[in-house]
């Protein structure tokens, strides 16, 4: 189910979504096999720390963020995933690993690796295992405004 929250965010911007609604998965990569997309379509939610600052990192199911080339680019400090125990508290109103890529409804920022605009829409989770919800990138790009960046290696199968 959409979490009320993820709704009320949707159905506040003025833009056309939809819900899709799916088998139980725990993965990005298991989320866009059951809803019949490739892993470079499913955008997955990364909670990481830049220099001890909560943020979501927003990258397609098939990649892996380099961690070196974001602290690089970023000129940061450190950049670090995060732990489950870390974010968890974040996000009471979501399910354990599906939180959607909306920085704005959990105060941080959104990175979002470059070869995402390359889609025309985008999938993501929607605070569950069963819902993901489907945007444009033009209309992802609106209401999330994230910071595009080139941060990710594909995941050699």
Known sequence: MVTSKVKEFLDSTDIHYKNINHPLAFTAQETAASIH?????????????????????????????????????????????????????????????????????????????????????VFFNAGSHTDAIELTMDEFNRIVSPIVLDFTKKIKV
């Open 37 to 121: 997309i490739k892993g470079r379509e499913f955008a997955k939610t990364v909670m990481i720390k830049i220099d001890g600052q909560f943020a979501m990192a927003v990258l397609p199911a098939s990649h892996r963020i380099d961690f070196e080339l974001m602290k690089s680019i970023l000129d940061a400090g450190e950049v670090k995933l995060c732990t489950e125990t870390e974010f968890w508290n974040k996000f009471p109103d979501c399910e354990a690993g599906a939180m959607p890529p909306f920085g704005k409804l959990y105060d941080m920022d959104v990175y979002m690796t470059k070869s995402l605009l390359n889609n025309k829409e």
